[in-house]
T-cell receptor, first 110, second 115 residues
Framework: QKEVEQNSGPLSVPEGAIASLNCTYSDRGSQSFFWYRQYSGKSPELIMSIYSNGDKEDGRFTAQLNKASQYVSLLIRDSQPSDSATYLCAVSNSGYALNFGKGTSLLVTP | GAGVSQSPRYKVAKRGQDVALRCDPISGHVSLFWYQQALGQGPEFLTYFQNEAQLDKSGLPSDRFFAERPEGSVSTLKIQRTQQEDSAVYLC?????????????FGPGTRLTVL
């Protein structure tokens, strides 16, 4: 079983702080990496994708990928209470199916 | 435009009953996926269609699970003789093409409870 590992949390950060979410994966053939946000009782929503080593920034979100270490992370700057959700790391090597981690629960406290 | 829709949103079945879950993908999307999400877990891949062709069904848990997309648009996931372990949220997703970089858009899911 090719695995995607995430700390389940909850990760608690104060409003305005940086939240750092981490993910490791076991399949060295993985090519595409995604971060989805899932509010309780809702469906996953894509917030970031990354395909090459390095950083990718989009607004308050930065995804970081290190294929040598098989590690992908998501930084959320200036965290807001509305960012409180479960963040799912997903990895693909096949061109279609996503392999998800269990998700990290983030709580941003006012 | 309209997103991915699924029906019913909630389904309660008695153990042993058959159920059918429907997915309407975004218009024009070639690829369609079914995932199963148990409580507190991430979604797990079940099956994949490109147009009407089912290219991968390796994630279907047993031969009680069957999926189809006969005209390349709407898809149905059927579960025969439901068991309690089938209780989960069933998510459908679609993407424009069949590439790894194509964003998968998820529907709201069908929450199946088997009593």
């Amino acid at each position: 079983q090719k695995e995607v590992e995430q700390n389940s949390g909850p990760l608690s950060v104060p409003e305005g702080a940086i939240a750092s979410l981490n993910c490791t994966y076991s399949d060295r053939g993985s090519q595409s990496f995604f971060w989805y946000r899932q509010y309780s009782g809702k469906s996953p929503e894509l917030i970031m994708s990354i395909y090459s080593n390095g950083d990718k920034e989009d607004g308050r979100f930065t995804a970081q990928l290190n294929k040598a270490s098989q590690y992908v992370s998501l930084l959320i700057r200036d965290s807001q209470p509305s960012d409180s959700a479960t963040y799912l790391c997903a990895v693909s090597n096949s061109g279609y199916a996503l392999n998800f981690g269990k998700g990290t629960s983030l709580l941003v406290t006012p | 435009g309209a997103g991915v829709s699924q029906s019913p949103r909630y389904k309660v079945a008695k153990r042993g009953q058959d159920v059918a879950l429907r997915c309407d993908p975004i218009s024009g999307h070639v690829s369609l996926f079914w995932y199963q999400q148990a409580l507190g877990q991430g979604p797990e891949f079940l099956t994949y269609f490109q147009n009407e062709a089912q290219l991968d069904k390796s994630g279907l848990p047993s031969d009680r699970f069957f999926a189809e997309r006969p005209e390349g648009s709407v898809s149905t996931l059927k579960i025969q003789r439901t068991q309690q372990e089938d209780s989960a949220v069933y998510l459908c997703a679609s993407s424009l093409g069949g590439l790894a970089r194509d964003t998968q858009y998820f529907g709201p899911g069908t929450r199946l409870t088997v009593l």
